[in-house]
């Protein structure tokens, strides 16, 4: 089955800062990969997802690359805010399946400094 | 519109125990699942179902059953709870189609198996 990698598992910026997430899969079949966002106490939601016939993919302050040869996918957040801060997971599935089982990174806690 | 109900909230089971968690939603969604979030573990999916009447094991299926009899209900049941598996669950669902669409998520059950 599927693998899903994401590092760091803590990250730590100050206001204004860029974050950078990667996370790496093991299945070159996958082909969907979301990124979800949970605050404190909080469901994790959508914050940005993207394709594999895709390579790069924004919405305002945040913006996901893929690497379909090295298997990687990072998510990018400019300008950081407190309210950015939150753990974040990356998931990736195969959507041809018609399982549509995501798997999960096991998180990265983002704590913007004010 | 409620979304994604779960319930309930907070609960202590002693070993051994059973129990059922309840999952609701209201947006007429195909695909239903489980997931259940330890520290350092991420989300893990235990089971889910993409139709009334069908469901399939994820990662983690051992010690939990389901089942779909209506598009909008998806309860999953402990049937002998071990502390293994204190933990937050969540429910989460998305329309039909191929997959790759937006999980909504249920607001989580915290459960403690003493």
């Known amino acids: 089955g599927e693998n899903v990698e994401q590092h760091p598992s803590t990250l730590s910026v100050q206001e204004g800062d860029s974050a950078v997430i990667k996370c790496t899969y093991s299945?070159?079949?996958?082909?969907?990969f979301p990124w979800y966002k949970q605050e404190l106490g909080k469901r994790p939601q959508l914050i940005i997802d993207?394709?594999?016939?895709?390579g790069e993919k924004k919405d305002q302050r945040i913006a996901v690359t893929l690497n379909k040869t090295a298997k990687h996918f990072s998510l990018h957040i400019t300008e950081t805010q407190p309210e950015d801060s939150a753990v974040y997971f990356c998931?990736?599935?195969?959507?041809?399946?018609?399982?549509?089982?995501?798997?999960f990174g096991s998180g990265t806690r983002l704590q913007v400094q004010p | 519109n409620a979304g994604v109900t779960q319930t309930p909230k907070f609960q202590v089971l002693k070993t051994g125990q059973s129990m059922t968690l309840q999952c609701a939603q209201d947006?007429?969604?195909?695909?239903m699942s489980w997931y259940r979030q330890d520290p350092g573990m991420g989300l893990r999916l235990i089971h889910y179902?993409?139709?009334?009447?069908?469901?399939d094991q994820g990662e983690v299926p051992n010690g939990y059953n389901v089942s779909r009899s209506t598009t909008e209900d998806f309860p999953l049941r402990l049937l002998s709870a071990a502390p293994s598996q204190t933990s937050v669950y969540f429910c989460?669902?998305?329309?039909?189609?191929?997959?790759?669409?937006?999980?909504?998520f249920g607001s989580g059950t915290q459960l403690s198996v003493l």
């Open positions: 989460a669902s998305s329309q039909g189609g191929r997959g790759g669409e937006k999980l909504f």
């Open positions: 299945d070159s079949a996958s082909n969907y």
């Open positions: 993207i394709r594999s016939n895709v």
């Open positions: 998931a990736a599935s195969n959507v041809d399946t018609g399982r549509r089982a995501l798997t």
């Open positions: 947006m007429n969604h195909e695909y």
């Open positions: 179902s993409v139709g009334a009447g069908i469901t």
